[in-house]
């Protein structure tokens, strides 16, 4: 029996910091963000979409998506963002059912799903388990500006399009503190792992 675990958060609370432990102890890992910059590839059909809805002002000169650009006008207005997810999210979760279900089919104990939007997207009937990767507010800006170099405004444009990581703890089957160092976090993970008889 596989146990699908579902790894969530909120916004630079430390999830591809998880899912990197979890793939260094062997875990498939199906990663949605991954996907979702895949699905929007030139050629892709969420590439024309994107660009018909958007216009080509949010294109670099080779035509690429210019990400940063598209956040700002999505993280900062919930009609858009929405049309976005319309138009990304429906192929995304076609690949990670499929990547999901090779997984299962090759018997491993434990998947993971890196989704950070599991709970915005109710996407919680793909998974088993639920582990919410946590840290405090404030270490949660904090760390979110360091890692894009973005502004106090944008990164909390960001953090306010999701549901806030205390309302996403207290829907878990178990939550990791992430406020600490990264090998408290780890020992944290390898409990929970054997206690779920995956390691
Ligand atoms: C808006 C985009 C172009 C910004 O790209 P950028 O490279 O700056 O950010 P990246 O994709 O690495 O996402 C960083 C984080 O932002 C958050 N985030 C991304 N998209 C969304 C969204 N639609 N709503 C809320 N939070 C989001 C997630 O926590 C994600 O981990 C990009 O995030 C996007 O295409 N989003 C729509 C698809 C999506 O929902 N992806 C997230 C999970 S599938
Ligand atoms: N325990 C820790 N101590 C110090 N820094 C950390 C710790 N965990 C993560 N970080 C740093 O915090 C930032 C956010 O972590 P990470 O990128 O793993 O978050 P995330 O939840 O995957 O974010 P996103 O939703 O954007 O994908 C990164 O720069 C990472 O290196």
Redesign the pocket.
Known sequence: MTVVIGLTG??ATG?STVSKMLKELGLPIVD??Q???DV?EPGEVAYQKIVKTFGKEILFEDET?N??Q??SI??GNEEK?KQ??EI??PE?RRQMLSQRDQYIQQGYRGVVLD???LF??KLTHFVDKIVVVYVNEETQLERLMNR?QSTKEEASQ?IN??IPVEEKAAMADAVINNNGTRSETKEQLLELLQKWEII
């Open positions: 909120s916004i999830k949605a963000d996907i979702s910059r929007v998506i990400r940063k598209l956040g999505v993280f963002r976005l997810n990304v999210h995304v989704i950070p939007l915005e997207s894009d960001r399009s999701q």
